[in-house]
């Protein structure tokens, strides 16, 4: 007989450590975090005992919350519209962050609700939201020199080292995706989550996958075009070296404030631009040793891109 009892099947699920009982969790409905057309995201409070998993982790989370019953979060639903793909990829992310393990620079699973009428997965909260905006709500308040003081909103204030430091904490948790042959296949400033603490997060694992041989080949689905490689773009071919181009157009968002990636280039003609050698220009406010890294990001030759595991170079930036 192939047929069980859900009943058993919740049961099941319960003795899962990263299951968490309804009770445990409060969602606040009314602050919407995020609203996409595959899940909406909302703000929550795990109450009660900590999840076993947030002690495991060690004191990297448990520090960031002020008490200790009580942590802040992120609950990622299903919309009540979602069909079948939307309800497959939701279980395949819950199964998938489970084996993601912690690292400081990649959003954690603090818990899920795997129930199959209202499944939810519960996230570390990111109380400044996602880079992209962050970057381009502090637009005007870039210091260039590193001796500048900064005039009004001291809070307001970042300077150059701050973006050097962004740009190593993201690769520095795509050095550890890549170790555990993960593949993003999303990696954008949109995706980045900051702390408190500007502490960035790698989130967003709808597109990831797991690798066994280091190429996967994609079937289908809504594509982030301007971060793709050209290998991606004609090939449908990922792998850890995309992963580098995207970072490298992720390079550029961090380094020009947000700006849009090739703003006058339609996505269907992509592909010609890049295999006329075009590349996105220096942004004004880009240091030439950051430019240096990102064009060889985008080397159309896959294996003469750096490598994450590189990342270390950057904090010797500056
Ligand atoms: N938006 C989406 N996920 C989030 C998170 N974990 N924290 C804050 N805002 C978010």
């Not at 409905?29 to 998993?53: E, Q």
């Not at 990622?76 to 912690?102: C, S, T, V």
């Not at 290998?231 to 404030?257: N, P, R």
């Not at 080397?299 to 170079?313: G, H, L, Q």
């Amino acid at each position: 007989n192939h047929y069980m009892d859900i009943g058993l099947l919740a049961e099941a699920n319960k003795s899962d450590i990263w299951e968490i009982t309804p009770k445990n969790l409060v969602v606040h409905d009314n602050i919407i975090l995020g609203n996409g057309a595959f899940a909406n995201v909302y703000k929550g409070t795990l109450i009660g005992k900590i999840p076993l998993l947030m002690v495991n982790q060690g004191l990297g989370l448990a520090l960031e919350s002020e008490k200790l019953n009580e942590v802040e979060a992120a609950v990622k639903r299903l919309p009540a519209h979602a069909d079948e793909q939307n309800r497959l990829d939701f279980f395949h992310e819950i199964e998938f962050m489970k084996r993601l393990g912690y690292h400081t620079h990649i959003i954690s699973m603090l818990g899920c609700i795997s129930n199959p009428y209202d499944p939810m997965i519960v996230v570390e909260y990111c109380a400044k939201g996602d880079m992209l905006k962050f970057l381009r709500n502090h637009r005007d308040y870039l210091l260039m020199d590193k001796d500048d003081t900064c005039p009004i909103h001291a809070d307001m204030c970042l300077r150059v080292k701050d973006l050097v430091s962004f740009a190593w904490q993201v690769s520095d948790g795509m050095n550890y995706l890549s170790s555990k042959s993960f593949i993003h296949r999303d990696l954008a400033a949109r995706n980045i989550l900051l702390t408190k603490n500007l502490v960035a997060k790698i989130s967003d694992f709808g597109l990831c996958r797991y690798v066994d041989s280091a190429l996967y080949t994609a079937k289908g689905g809504r594509l982030p075009i301007k971060w793709m490689s050209i290998e991606s773009l004609k090939f449908y071919e990922y792998s850890s070296a995309s992963d580098v181009w995207s970072f490298g157009v992720l390079l550029f968002e961090i380094f020009s404030m947000g700006d849009g990636p090739y703003p006058m280039i339609q996505p269907l003609d992509m592909i010609k631009y890049l295999e006329a050698g075009k590349r996105l220009e220096q942004p004004e406010t880009c240091p030439n040793e950051i430019y240096n890294i990102m064009e060889r990001c985008w080397n159309a030759d896959k294996d003469a891109r750096p490598k994450f595991a590189e990342a270390s170079s950057l904090s010797a930036l500056f």
